[in-house]
């Protein structure tokens, strides 16, 4: 069984998505902000056209805290936190913890899998076309699944 989100409920959202992946225009980005229930601060919106406007990719706080000071974007190593920890309870980020302490955040909200190479400290994804997942065990009354994560961790062999 291969768990997918499921498609946006209309093709307003669809676009709204699909804008979300390759957005350079502030005002695309604010509108998306606003969309899901967040107001469009300066550090948002700034950290939002850093994180979504190559496509989908994973990151972590530091990564992005370091993207931001490159981009001569002020913000704080908390502010970025507290940014990302936002944009994933809105739905726009999904957060995938590789460790206790060790988390990256995915612009690809959709389920799907995930490589880690441990040496590299490198998360990318793995292609579900043709990944099943048997043996579930029923969920406990009264919950149903959500979702899967998957993480394969890589390492050289001979190592």
Known sequence: MILHKPPP??????????AMLKMNAPGMIAEKLRAVGLRPTRQRLALAKILFSNGNRHVSAEDLHREACAAKVLVSVATVYNTLNQFTAAGLLREVAIEGDRSFFDTNTSNHFQFYNEKEGRLFDIGTENLEIKGLPAAPEGTEIDRIDVIVRLKRRGN
């Open 9 to 18: 409920k209309d093709y307003t959202e669809f676009k709204l998505y699909s």
